[in-house]
């Protein structure tokens, strides 16, 4: 970050303010765990801090110490535009672009207070006032342990606050498996261990902590996924009907996606999900090394992310939508 940001950032911290912190529709452990440990961070600094996500996240996410505090815009709209409108200031953490929050973009941008962005993904729009915004780390969590680092307030950084961090981290690395997991990462994880972070039990909260029909809708994503060899590439899909057979809840489908990797040879993946409700088919996309799903997806998905990871949708059916895909991939040059 620049210094003049960090002095700026300082004065406006100085006194006690009315601050929102928003995470990206449908957040993640990394979405969840930077907006918390910043609303700790903030509390403890005499602040009024609220996160307000755009819905509501996932269960294996509600031991995240602050979660019963999140309030869910998509629930409570009337009270969190309230809230939204009476803030001083507004963090958005692991987004950078107003219609990654869903229906809350059209509050967003009636909003005149100082933004700040601390972010991780490609093409960041420009509605922040101060932003911290790097493609090169693996997590926001990161991030935040950095921004915090920036302020001089490292000391402030506890247990708690370092839960959340490293749950994030943990998490958006792919347990400290993708690229973007540095020296410096483990640097900082190991500082959070010190800090006394249950760094065995984390990982069972949140990925050992499946039920059985979780379990039977992964066997039938296996089942469903389809390889092309010659282009290095495979993918699999979940109908609506197949996630209502074995009890989606949300959550269940995270990670999936993955496992289209785990096939050697393979270099590129997605998992497509219908949802009816919004009626979409929600896309994830992944890939190993250079081939950039990035730009696949905002090209031909209208989305976006990271170059190894990143989402989409379209609004043709499931049947229309595998086909499309199929034919872009027998096209494609991998
Ligand atoms: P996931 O597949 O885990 O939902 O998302 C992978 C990455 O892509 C995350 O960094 C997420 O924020 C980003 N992403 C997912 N869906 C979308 C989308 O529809 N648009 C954009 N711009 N990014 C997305
Ligand atoms: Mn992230």
Known sequence: MKIQDIQAIQLLLSAPKKIVIIPHRGPDGDAMGSTLALYHFLIKNNHQATVIAPNDFPDFLAWLPGSENV??????????????????LIFTLDFNAFHRTGEMEHTLAKLTVPFIMIDHHQKPDDY??????????GSTCEMVYNFISFLNKKEDIDKTIATCIYSGILTDSGSFRFPGTTGNTHRIIAELIDLGVENTQIPVLLFDN?????LQLLGRALQNMKVFEEHKTSYTSLTQDELDSFDYVKGDTEGIVNYGLSIKGIIFTAIFIENKDEK??????????GFDVNQFARDHFNGGGHSNAAGGKSELSMEETLVKFEDLVTKLAI
């Not at 922040?128 to 780390?137: L, V």
């Not at 979409?280 to 090394?289: A, D, E, L, V």
């Open 210 to 214: 499946s039920s059985y029909s979780r």
């Open 128 to 137: 922040a006032t101060y932003m911290y915004s790097d493609t090169e780390f």
């Open 71 to 88: 309030k869910i815009f998509e629930k409570d709209t009337e009270n969190c535009t309230q809230i939204l409108e009476a803030a001083e």
């Open 280 to 289: 979409i088919i929600k896309i994830s996309f992944r890939s190993q090394g």
